[in-house]
Nanobody, 121 residues
Framework: QVQLVESGGGLVQAGGSLRLSCPASGSIFSINAMGWYRQAPGKQRELVAT???????KYADSVKGRFTISTNNAKNTVYLQMNSLQPEDTATYYC???????????????WGQGTQVTVSS
């Protein structure tokens, strides 16, 4: 069993900052990549940022220069530092991990339950 639990969401004024965290726990052999998606009401889920096991990163154009993705030393917790937040960043943010489970083959993708980020103007 693998679990991802997001934390750090909340209500913030435009121009403010939030830091999301998402630890992965359970029967994990290795993690290939972790990242964040978000989904606003009435919109499709979109990629925000991803970080691979080699520390390479990818960001959505809309967050480049404002958001920073990182992991802890053990690379089993992913963070998203969000600065200069704007009302259009309002969404539910979901973390994910692409990983190999202990005792199995193949890559599996697991998701957290989501954390709400609301940015007021």
């Amino acid at each position: 069993q693998v679990q991802l639990v997001e934390s750090g969401g909340g209500l913030v004024q435009a121009g403010g900052s939030l830091r999301l965290s998402c630890p992965a726990s359970g029967s994990i052999f290795s993690i290939n990549a972790m990242g964040w998606y978000r989904q606003a009401p009435g919109k499709q889920r979109e990629l925000v940022a991803t970080i691979n096991s080699d520390d390479s990163t990818k960001y959505a154009d809309s967050v480049k220069g404002r958001f920073t993705i990182s992991t802890n030393n053990a690379k089993n917790t992913v963070y998203l530092q969000m600065n200069s937040l704007q009302p259009e960043d309002t969404a539910t943010y979901y973390c994910y991990a692409q990983l190999r489970r202990a005792g199995t083959y193949g890559l599996y993708t697991y998701w957290g339950q989501g954390t709400q980020v609301t940015v007021s103007s």
